[in-house]
């Protein structure tokens, strides 16, 4: 259990880290702009047997994500909860490999953004439009990739170095 915590750990400094390496402004969204922590339990999915053990990880990172990086109560712990939903099924669904990981990590990269959007479009925040969506989740998948596939390569092999199949 000490893997992924670490990890996501690191992921979660990733994201306050890169955000300030690299800043984006609404006229300039950076490339190196993604979720790194959404990456991150994307990643480590495979290897909890039980959910209730990841679920408590999920609320846990995104009360963390929300106080640090949002300041909304609550709204990222629903986003959250509802991009793990979407992993989940994907993971289910396809096979556990680099290629589908990426595939993963896109899909929750899209539906975290999507939702926000709605969910700031709902509160009347007018600077988020459609445009800008695109914009972010174009920018956000080149990052998403690397990072991904190098998250992947390293999880596994931690996990394989420890010979541990799931966390149970």
Known sequence: ??????YLIICIIL????????PSTISHISYFMTIYTIIGLTII????????????????????????YTSTFL??????????????????ILSD??????????ISITTYHILSFIILNVLS???????????VLLHSIIMTIIYTSISYVVVN???????VKYIK
């Open 97 to 106: 490999n680099i290629f589908m990981s990426n595939i993963i990590s896109l």
């Open 15 to 22: 994201d306050g880290l890169m955000s300030n390496v690299f």
């Open 1 to 6: 259990m000490i893997v992924p915590i670490i």
């Open 45 to 68: 999915y495979p290897y909890f047997n039980s959910n209730k053990k990841y679920y408590i990880l999920v609320i846990v990172f995104a009360f963390i994500f929300d106080t640090m």
């Open 125 to 135: 925040y007018s600077k988020y439009s459609f445009a800008l969506l695109g914009n």
């Open 157 to 163: 092999y931690m996990f394989d170095k420890k010979n």
């Open 75 to 92: 709204v990222n712990i629903i986003i959250f909860l509802l991009v793990t939903i979407v992993i989940r099924i994907f993971s289910n």
